[in-house]
């Protein structure tokens, strides 16, 4: 079974804290994934990733970076969080274009920012 | 710009009914489209495929429809049980890329 865990379940910071969310999949998937849910507005793209050391912007990038140094690992970090980052956030990854482009997702983390 | 409707309101069903949800979808002209699976506080799990080339798929309860025409999903779930009571979102995926777009999802409640 694929596989695809992320750092924390729960994490709570305080405004201006430097944060750093990470995730890993277990099934060689060259495509990874951030986004963040909020209630009414669904899940959005933050950063994608097609290929270690390759990101591209989604559709909400701004206050966030993204890191992937090797094919299995992928962060999210923000750089002065603020308290409306507070969100569910959802790693997910994929095999590339020309499968069915599945997404597999993380259990996902609840981060609280006060 | 491209939009994904589904039903913000909860749908609710009693145990046994076919549960129907509804995807709905402009300014977009998708290879194929996902149905996923979301419990509370739990990342979203797949469900089906359908490309769009099919009309119909079937996996084992569950039967999805595909109207480009209509640019409209149906996802049926026959025969429901309290254990599908979850939020189920439709995505939507294009051709020669890898970026999913999703729906805000809807929830389904399965009463006894």
Redesign the interface.
Known sequence: DVKVTQSSRYLVKRTGEKVFLECVQDMDHENMFWYRQDPGLGLRLIYFSYDVKMKEKGDIPEGYSVSREKKERFSLILESASTNQTSMYLCASSYPSGHTDTQYFGPGTRLTVL | SQKIEQN?EALNIQEGKTATLTCNYTNYSPA?L?WYRQDP??????LL?IRENEKEKRKERLKVTFDTTLKQSLFHITASQPADSATY?C?L?PG?????T????TQLKVEL
Request: charged content about 10%.
């Open positions: 913000s194929y996902q506080g739990r990342g979203p799990v797949f495929l979102l995505a995926g020669g890329g890898n970026k999913l999703f729906g805000t999802g």
